[in-house]
């Protein structure tokens, strides 16, 4: 279904590490996905409790990572990964290429947003509004 870099799942270790420390109860990681225009899906990650039903449920070196059946065919063969540099640090989510990008004329510019890449909570400046 998709794919996870050692460096993004030693950081999910250490974050969910982190929150049980805390008292909080962590499943896993939830992956979710919106369509979205010219640049590709949307993404989106929160930190879950459990698994609800139907989601599939893939485990990475005990990281588990949680996706809904309706982000399924946006996520299918998405490539997550953790970076950090100068400029930023966060999570990294790559689209595959067989995902469908949407078409007309949305206002996407150059660089990251026309690559189908986002971090974390970006909304990659795709002037799509509303989504």
């Known amino acids: 279904m998709l794919t996870l870099t050692d460096t993004a799942r030693g950081k999910l270790e250490e974050v969910i590490s982190q929150q049980t420390q805390h008292g909080a109860k962590v499943f896993g990681l939830r992956l ?5 225009c010219c640049s590709g899906p949307r ?15 893939g485990e990475f070196g005990g990281v ?14 998405a490539h997550i990964d953790y970076v950090e540099t100068l400029e930023r640090s966060g999570f990294m989510i790559q689209a ?8 007309g004329t949305c206002g996407c510019q150059s660089g990251e947003a026309a690559s189908g890449e ?14």
């Open 64 to 77: 588990k990572v949680l996706v809904d059946a309706e982000s399924a065919p946006l996520v299918q063969g």
């Open 118 to 131: 986002h971090s974390h909570g970006s909304g990659g400046g795709c002037g799509c509004g509303g989504h």
């Open 43 to 57: 993404f989106g990650m929160a930190l879950a409790e459990h698994a609800e039903e139907g989601d599939w449920v």
């Open 96 to 103: 595959s290429e067989s995902v469908p990008k949407g078409g």
């Open 32 to 36: 979710m996905a919106q369509a979205g």
